[in-house]
Every structure is written in structure tokens, then in C-alpha cells.
């Protein structure tokens, strides 16, 4: 079984089922995606973590799950790091610094501008807290403020972009790629280190001069913790070379993500850096944290 902590359809569903038939192709047994809904994912992510440690039950799980929520939790029935065992990264996204068409900025700078300008004014917002924190890791870093509002899933969140309820969001690619493509939402930047295939015309936040603002959002693959080393790393050998297949890449880019390179000793040091940036975000802004 892999596990999936967010609905059938959405995002990490779908990038689940382009890797899961792979690896029943490669392994010689069925993988069954298993979507346990709950929790910001920590529903599922508790299952595996409490499940036999014998290969036979996986996690598949975004970036939100693995790093944000133990930030914004008071209290976490399972521990990312000591309970699950990384296996291997699979993709990443950037998220599309965005804003209402009708705000009059053409640049992250001069957005920067305007808040300053409005301080008060200024709506935000995102479907949760992984969007909330890319937001107030923006506020947080250029001195601005803005009114974060919730919505219940991206989609909602672009809707309130084109309609002017949102001045401004950090959101994934696929929700506002027609919208951008439609001009009834601007796009000034991406956040990742390279500049993103589907905007090859946005520049990197490093190139509009904000270096801190460089963040990547990622699903990847984890074990329970005690699952045997040999077992690990079957795993991570197959998952990294289908990660290199031609048909695997075209449907991850399709999804407007890219395919990671990154093996499970990386993506624990990764995971462990990123609940300690996310949670000095959250301390920042002074976000209280959730029961």
C-alpha cells in the first residue's frame, strides 16, 4: 500500500499514480495507492508510521505534510524524522509569486513598493498553513504586511485572485496557469533555484533580488522508521531510475513539476533543515500554533 494523506485527484494523488505503476513493473508486485484523508495528511502519514516495517506500507507525501505541520501542531502523534524513514525524493514545484492583474506592480520590487505603501490594505491568502508560511516568509523578509485570508483549496484560492478578493497569494502553478496565461493574474516571479519550463518568462526571486524568498515544494517517498536498510534501498534504487524514464518526466512535467534527484540520506537532511526554517518562519510571524 502507499498511503497518500490528500484526496483522489488532487496534485500528490495524481503524481502518486505515475510513480506507483513503476514500481509494481519493477518490483513485481502490485502497489495500491490508498488515499487516507485527514489531518493535513498526518493521518496517513501516522498509519505508516505505525505500520509493519517491512516495505509493504509507504508513505507518498508532500512537503506540507513532512515539514509544516509539525511546525504548526502543538502536538504530533508521530515524528517525521524518528518515526518515518526517508526513500527518495520525487518531484518539485515552484510556487508563482501572484497577484490580481489590477494591482499596479510589474515586479516583485515593486511590490515590495506597494505593501509598504498600503500597509493594512493588502488581502493574501492560500489554501492552509504550507501557503500561509510561504507568504509570511515573504512578509517576513521584506518588511510588509498583508491580511492573510483561508481558502479551502487552491483552486479557491486563483478564483479570489481573478476576482480581485486577493491582491496577492504563493500558490502552485496549476491553478493559475490559465489565469496567467489569460492576464487576469500576474506572475512575477517563481520560487525555485531555476527558472520553471511552464513561465520560462518569470524570473527566479533570485534574479528579482530575493535571495531568502527561494523555496521548493516537493513530494517524496517514506518508509517506517525501522524498515530494514536493504528494503531502503530497493526502494530508492527503482524510484531514482524511474525517475529518469522519458514517459516519467513528460507526465511529472505535465503536472507542472519536475523530477527530483535526490537519495534518502539527502532527503532526511532535507526534511530536518526545512522543519527548522519553517518553524523560525512561524516563530516570526507569530503564528500560534494549532491544536
Not at 499596479?104 to 515590495?112: A, H, Q, R, T, Y
Not at 510588509?144 to 486563483?158: Q, S, V
Request: with cysteine.
Amino acid at each position: 500500500r502507499v498511503l497518500v494523506g490528500l484526496g483522489a485527484g488532487g496534485g500528490t494523488d495524481l503524481m502518486a499514480r505515475i510513480v506507483t505503476p513503476k514500481l509494481s513493473e519493477a518490483l513485481g508486485q502490485p502497489f495500491i495507492v490508498e488515499n487516507r484523508v485527514g489531518a493535513g495528511g498526518n493521518i496517513a502519514a501516522d498509519a505508516v508510521a505505525k505500520s509493519a516495517p517491512d516495505g509493504h506500507t509507504i508513505l507518498f507525501s508532500p512537503n506540507g505534510t513532512m515539514v509544516i505541520n509539525p511546525t504548526m501542531f502543538k502536538s504530533m502523534t508521530y515524528s517525521p524524522t524518528r518515526d518515518l524513514a526517508p526513500i527518495a525524493l520525487v518531484a518539485t514545484f515552484p510556487l508563482i509569486v501572484s497577484i490580481n492583474s489590477n494591482v499596479p506592480v510589474k515586479s516583485v520590487k515593486e511590490l515590495v513598493s506597494w505593501l509598504k505603501a498600503n500597509p493594512g490594505k493588502a488581502n493574501c491568502g492560500g489554501s492552509g498553513p504550507t501557503f500561509e508560511l510561504a507568504v509570511r516568509l515573504l512578509t517576513s523578509r521584506t518588511g510588509t504586511e498583508c491580511t492573510f485570508i483561508t481558502y479551502k483549496a487552491n483552486n479557491d484560492t486563483a478564483q479570489a485572485l481573478m476576482t480581485g478578493d486577493l491582491h496577492l497569494a504563493l500558490i502552485d502553478s496549476g491553478p493559475v496557469f490559465g489565469a496567467i496565461q489569460g492576464g487576469r493574474v500576474r506572475g512575477l516571479a517563481v520560487t525555485t533555484p531555476a527558472r520553471d519550463p511552464t513561465f520560462p518568462d518569470l524570473p527566479t526571486v533570485v534574479e528579482a533580488g530575493f535571495p531568502d524568498l527561494e523555496m521548493r515544494f516537493w513530494m517524496g517517498l517514506f518508509a517506517p522508521a525501522a524498515t530494514p536498510a536493504p528494503i531502503i534501498r530497493r526502494l530508492e534504487s527503482e524510484t531514482q531510475r524511474i525517475l529518469k524514464m522519458p514517459d516519467v518526466i513528460k507526465a511529472i512535467h505535465a503536472k507542472q513539476a519536475s523530477p527530483a534527484d535526490m537519495n534518502a540520506e539527502a532527503l532526511g537532511k532535507f526534511v530536518a533543515a526545512e522543519i527548522a526554517r519553517w518553524d523560525a518562519v512561524r516563530k516570526g510571524a507569530n503564528i500560534p500554533q494549532v491544536d
